[in-house]
């Protein structure tokens, strides 16, 4: 998909608007899991999670090839939406976002913020990634998908920066919401001959990727009603999925509880906030930490964005419901 001189140049254009985001081994963290654990902090970024970096290397791209663009429009649940809101602030380009109803209130406002036209449509991603494909056709629009090559060769700075910072490292847990993520580090390993082992991580709630990774071909799920929304995917991206199978060990699903879980242990041993998407892969360490006793780790935050309520309420002792 990528070369690693390709990769440079996305580093060197992602280091213009951010600085590395920082790799940290928490003794608590390592007291409560049993392994010699690092945590990759993708909510130190401009917006809070790591999708950023893949909207910072599509929108440069999409301007210079194509400066005369009238406006790029894509779906999300809020990280990728944030993340192309900010880029087209850096680069001139207006962004129409489609998110689902009932969709994160911070999230939405913040996508506002970065200068977003926001438009609610469809009961879920996958219905409002529909409608935002729809006003591409009808207004002219550039249709952003969450899933292509610059995106994934902007993500794949953080694993670039993750295993240069740090040696040896046996397994990396990453939650997989469309793939991006987990795609860049299976990549990454690669180029540089690592053998690291990678694991995906999904929601019980939204099965999809994993349901689909055992089955060798893409199967969808009736619901991905999980609050944690950066994993709320019905439909897997069949290059996302073909990239999964042949780099990912595994595919670990996750309960809803095992996140809000997951999600005071960070709190408690970091201070820093994870949205559920963003603890999903320190959940899944949980699940396998007999597997992983003694070896070093590294869990992915992708994300930090999560409404005051629902945090309120795993702060709380609880686990947010969707109704």
């Given at each position: 998909?990528?070369?690693?001189?390709?990769?440079?140049?996305?580093?060197?254009?992602?280091?213009?608007?951010m600085?590395?985001t920082?790799?940290?081994?928490?003794?608590?963290?390592?007291?409560?899991?049993g392994?010699?654990?690092v945590?990759?902090?993708e909510?130190?970024?401009?917006?809070?999670?790591?999708?950023?970096?893949?909207?910072?290397?599509?929108?440069?791209?999409?301007?210079?090839?194509?400066?005369?663009?009238?406006g790029?429009?894509?779906?999300?649940?809020?990280?990728?939406?944030?993340?192309?809101?900010?880029?087209?602030?850096?680069?001139?380009?207006?962004v129409?976002?489609?998110?689902?109803?009932?969709?994160?209130?911070?999230?939405?406002?913040?996508?506002?913020?970065?200068?977003?036209?926001?438009?609610?449509?469809?009961?879920?991603?996958?219905?409002?990634?529909?409608?935002?494909?729809?006003?591409?056709?009808?207004?002219?629009?550039?249709?952003?998908?969450?899933?292509?090559?610059?995106l994934?060769?902007?993500?794949?700075t953080?694993?670039?920066?993750?295993?240069?910072?740090?040696?040896?490292?046996?397994?990396?847990?990453?939650?997989?919401?469309?793939?991006?993520?987990?795609c860049?580090?299976?990549?990454?390993r690669?180029?540089?001959?690592?053998?690291?082992?990678?694991?995906?991580?999904?929601s019980?709630?939204?099965?999809?990727?994993?349901d689909?990774f055992?089955a060798?071909?893409?199967?969808?799920?009736?619901?991905?009603?999980?609050?944690?929304?950066?994993?709320?995917?019905?439909v897997?991206?069949?290059?996302?999925?073909?990239?999964?199978?042949r780099?990912?060990?595994?595919?670990?699903?996750?309960?809803?509880?095992d996140?809000?879980e997951?999600?005071?242990?960070?709190?408690?041993?970091t201070?820093?906030?994870?949205?559920?998407?963003?603890?999903?892969?320190?959940?899944?360490?949980?699940?396998e930490?007999e597997?992983?006793?003694?070896?070093?780790?590294?869990?992915?935050?992708?994300?930090?964005?999560?409404?005051?309520?629902w945090?309120?309420?795993?702060?709380?002792?609880?686990?947010?419901?969707?109704?």
């Amino acid at each position: 998909m990528f070369s690693l001189s390709e990769l440079e140049a996305a580093e060197a254009l992602v280091r213009r608007f951010m600085p590395a985001t920082p790799q940290y081994a928490w003794p608590l963290l390592a007291e409560a899991t049993g392994a010699e654990l690092v945590v990759k902090h993708e909510n130190h970024t401009p917006t809070g999670a790591f999708k950023v970096r893949g909207g910072l290397v599509y929108m440069e791209r999409l301007k210079r090839e194509r400066p005369e663009v009238s406006g790029v429009v894509s779906a999300t649940r809020g990280n990728h939406g944030q993340s192309l809101a900010y880029a087209g602030r850096q680069f001139g380009v207006p962004v129409t976002i489609v998110v689902p109803e009932g969709n994160s209130v911070e999230k939405n406002a913040a996508m506002r913020a970065l200068g977003a036209d926001l438009v609610v449509h469809g009961v879920d991603f996958d219905a409002a990634k529909a409608h935002a494909a729809e006003i591409a056709e009808a207004r002219g629009f550039e249709f952003a998908p969450s899933f292509a090559v610059d995106l994934v060769k902007g993500v794949a700075t953080y694993p670039f920066e993750l295993f240069r910072a740090v040696a040896d490292i046996d397994t990396v847990y990453v939650p997989i919401g469309l793939g991006s993520g987990i795609c860049a580090t299976i990549m990454v390993r690669d180029l540089l001959g690592m053998s690291t082992e990678i694991v995906g991580v999904v929601s019980e709630k939204a099965p999809a990727y994993a349901d689909s990774f055992a089955a060798g071909r893409v199967i969808g799920s009736d619901s991905a009603a999980t609050f944690a929304d950066g994993m709320a995917v019905r439909v897997p991206d069949p290059q996302a999925l073909e990239i999964i199978r042949r780099g990912a060990a595994r595919v670990v699903r996750v309960g809803e509880d095992d996140v809000a879980e997951a999600m005071r242990l960070v709190y408690r041993a970091t201070h820093s906030v994870a949205e559920g998407a963003g603890a999903a892969a320190l959940a899944a360490l949980g699940k396998e930490r007999e597997r992983q006793r003694g070896r070093r780790i590294a869990v992915v935050l992708t994300g930090q964005n999560i409404d005051a309520p629902w945090f309120a309420t795993v702060l709380a002792g609880g686990t947010p419901s969707l109704g």
